[in-house]
């Protein structure tokens, strides 16, 4: 069982910079893509972004593209999110994620984190 526990959530301005962190509890986090997907309200959750298991490979949605950046520690099991020039339209709660597969398929992800709230102020 893989434990997921994000934070670094909260209130920015329009153009400012947060920095998420996802910490899992297992070791084979290694083994493991890791991904951020969002949830706005009364919107369907989405996928963000999404890195292998060793870092080498990362994607991202066109919306966040040169903004924001996926990296991980394996030395400290956890994945992080560079968020920056925030847009209003980034506010949501962003969830971290993690899947045996390098996917942005929701479904493909068994298991997730709480949540952590993302509101940018225009």
């Known amino acids: 069982q893989v434990q997921l526990l994000e934070s670094g959530g909260g209130l920015v301005q329009a153009g400012g910079s947060l920095r998420l962190s996802c910490a899992a509890s297992?070791?084979?986090?290694?083994?493991?893509?890791m991904g951020w997907f969002r949830q706005a309200p009364g919107k369907e959750r989405e996928f963000v972004t999404v890195?292998?298991?060793?870092?080498?490979?990362?994607d991202y949605a066109d919306s966040v593209k040169g903004r924001f950046t996926i990296s991980r520690d394996g030395t400290k099991n956890t994945v992080y999110l560079q968020m920056n020039s925030l847009k209003p339209e980034d506010t949501a709660v962003y969830y971290c994620?993690?899947?045996?597969?390098?996917?942005?398929?929701?479904?493909?992800?068994?298991?997730w984190g709480q949540g952590t709230q993302v509101t940018v102020s225009s």
């Open positions: 994620a993690a899947s045996r597969y390098y996917t942005q398929a929701r479904d493909e992800y068994n298991y």
């Open positions: 297992r070791r084979t986090f290694s083994n493991l893509a």
């Open positions: 890195i292998s298991w060793s870092g080498g490979i990362t």
